[in-house]
C-alpha cells in the first residue's frame, strides 16, 4: 500500500455532492473497522482504520470517506472528505492517521485532525458512473445518524474498533453500537461461540491426484464435515496448503449444513495438492489451526480418507458424503504400511548390523590378546616402588633398634673424648 503523506490533496471542506447517492447497509468488499479520536497526550493524533475484508486487492480509486459533526444539520453534506488513494491487499487494513509524523511506518495515508471525541460520524462512500454509494456509516457518541444506535465513544488514547469473532470475521450487523466496542471492552461471548462452532468443523477427505479424463486443475478437493447440530459458516477461514502452508484460500459465502459436508474443488480454489505428499490446513484468518491433515505420496485416483480415528487410501472418492473403502483397499494401504514399515526396519537393521561388527571386532581384539605369547609385561606405577621402598627403610629402623642405640652411644662418646 502507497503511502500518501500529502494532507492538502487529501482534505477538501465543506463539499457538497452533486450526484446520486444510494445508501447501501453493508458493503461486502472494504468496511470501517476502527476509529481513533486523540490520544491521552495529544489531543489531534486521530486514527480511521478500513478493512479489505475480500479475497482480492481493492483499488482505492473513486472511494472517499466523509466526517460530519454529531448533529449535522444536512446529512448529505460532510464537513469534511477525504479522497483515497492506493488500494489495500486482500485481507489487510488500511491505516489513515492526523498528527503523525510523514515517515510513521503505520500510516499508509494522512488527514487533517476532525474527528471530535464526543460524537460524530465517518462515512465511507464509492463513487462510479455517476452514482454515489454510501458503503459504510460509524456514528460515536452523540451522533444523531448514526446506522440504528451510536457506538460508545471512545476515551482519549482508546481505539473504538468493529468487533471480531475467533475466527476474525468482522462483525457487521448494521448497528454501530452492536459491531463496535472499545479495545478495553470485551468480545468474550462472541468469541466463544465460535469457538465452540470451529471444533466441530473437520477435513475428512482429499483428492490429490484424480485420473483422466478429471484434471488436476479443476477436479482436485478438500472436503470439510461439520459434525455440530447446526450450519456453520465458514467465512473468514482459509485453507491452507503445503508444509510450509505457503498456497492460501480465503472463504467466502460458504457454510456447511449440521451433520454435513462442503467440497472445495481446485476449479474454485486455485489450490493444488501435491503428488508426492503434503499438508492441508483449515485455519482462523489469523492462522490458528482449527484442522490439520498430512498425507503420503498420492495414488492415482485415490482419496486420503478419514474413517473418525485414522486416514486410509480409498478406491471410492465419495465428495459431499460418508467416506466408504472397497475390500481391495485393505491390501492397498495394508501395501503403503508395509513398505513405509520395511524402510524403517532395514534402516534399524543396518544400524544393528554396525553395532554387531563393532562388538564383534572389540571381541576379536581382546581374544587376540589373549592368546599371545609374549603378553606385555604389566608396569609398576613409580609412587608404588618409593612406598614399598620407605616400608623397607622404616622395618630394618625397627628390626635393628638396639644395635642403632648402642652405636648412636660409643659415636656421642668418641666425640666427647676426642
Given at each position: 500500500?502507497?503511502q500518501?503523506?500529502g ?6 471542506a465543506?463539499v ?16 470501517i ?17 478500513l478493512?479489505?475484508?475480500t479475497?482480492?486487492t481493492?483499488t ?20 469534511r472528505v477525504?479522497?483515497l ?19 510513521d511506518?503505520e ?8 474527528l471530535a471525541?464526543a460524537?460524530g ?6 463513487s ?25 465513544a ?11 469473532d475467533?475466527?476474525?470475521v468482522?462483525?457487521?450487523?448494521s448497528?454501530?453500537a452492536?459491531d ?12 466463544e ?5 470451529m471444533?466441530?468443523l473437520?477435513?475428512?477427505e482429499?483428492?490429490?491426484?484424480p485420473i ?8 482436485e478437493f478438500i472436503?470439510?464435515?461439520?459434525d455440530?447440530?447446526q ?6 477461514l482459509?485453507?491452507?496448503v503445503?508444509?510450509s ?17 462442503v467440497?472445495?474443488?481446485s ?20 492462522g ?13 485416483g485415490?482419496s ?22 472397497a475390500s ?12 513405509r514399515v520395511?524402510?524403517s ?7 544393528a ?5 563393532a ?19 604389566p608396569?609398576v ?24 642405640t648402642?652405636?648412636?652411644r660409643?659415636?656421642?662418646g668418641?666425640?666427647?673424648a676426642?
Open positions: 500500500m502507497k500518501i503523506t494532507v492538502a490533496l487529501s482534505i477538501l465543506s457538497s455532492i452533486s450526484v446520486p447517492v444510494v445508501h447501501a447497509e453493508k458493503t461486502d468488499s472494504i468496511l473497522v476502527g476509529i481513533q479520536t486523540g490520544s491521552v497526550a495529544n489531543a489531534s493524533e486521530e486514527k480511521i482504520i478493512a479489505n475484508v479475497s482480492a481493492q482505492l480509486e473513486g472511494y472517499t470517506l466523509e466526517y460530519l459533526s454529531a448533529k449535522p444539520a444536512d446529512t448529505t453534506k460532510a464537513s477525504i479522497r488513494q492506493g488500494s489495500i491487499a486482500a485481507g489487510q487494513r488500511f491505516i489513515l492517521k492526523a498528527g503523525a509524523p510523514a515517515d511506518p500510516m499508509d495515508q494522512q488527514f487533517a485532525s476532525t471525541v460524537g460520524h465517518v462515512r465511507l462512500k464509492h462510479a458512473s455517476g452514482k454515489t454509494i454510501v458503503l459504510d456509516t460509524l456514528g460515536w457518541g452523540t451522533a444523531a445518524a448514526a446506522l440504528q444506535q451510536a457506538a460508545v471512545p476515551k482519549p488514547g482508546e481505539l473504538l474498533q468493529r468487533r471480531q475467533a475466527r476474525g468482522f462483525q457487521n450487523t448497528n454501530n452492536a463496535f466496542a472499545t479495545d478495553t471492552q470485551t468480545t468474550d461471548e462472541v468469541q461461540q465460535d469457538t465452540v462452532s471444533a466441530n473437520r477435513i475428512t482429499l483428492l490429490p491426484d483422466s479424463p478429471a484434471t488436476d486443475a479443476a477436479d472436503e470439510i464435515f461439520n455440530a447440530s450450519a456453520a459458516s465458514l467465512n473468514g482459509k485453507l491452507m503445503g508444509a502452508s505457503s498456497a492460501t484460500y480465503l472463504l467466502e459465502d460458504v457454510s456447511v449444513p449440521a451433520k454435513g459436508y467440497v472445495l474443488y476449479s474454485d480454489t486455485k489450490l493444488a495438492l501435491s503428488n508426492s505428499g503434503s499438508k492441508v490446513q483449515l485455519a482462523t484468518s489469523i490458528s489451526v482449527i484442522s490439520e491433515v498430512s498425507y503420503p505420496k498420492a495414488q492415482a485415490m486420503w480418507s478419514s474413517d473418525g480415528s485414522d486416514w486410509r487410501w480409498s478406491t471410492i472418492p465419495t465428495p459431499g458424503d460418508h467416506n466408504r473403502w481391495t483397499d485393505a491390501t492397498i494401504n495394508a501395501s503403503t504400511s508395509k513398505s520395511s524402510s526396519v532395514k534402516k534399524t537393521t543396518k544400524k548390523t554396525s553395532r554387531a561388527t562388538k564383534a571386532a572389540s571381541g576379536a581384539a581382546n581374544d587376540k590378546r589373549a592368546d599371545d605369547p609374549n603378553p606385555p609385561k608396569k606405577h613409580p609412587q608404588i616402588i618409593a612406598g614399598a621402598g620407605g616400608l623397607a627403610v622404616l622395618y630394618g629402623a625397627y628390626e635393628y633398634r638396639q644395635d642403632l648402642a652405636f648412636l660409643k659415636l656421642r668418641d666425640r666427647k676426642g
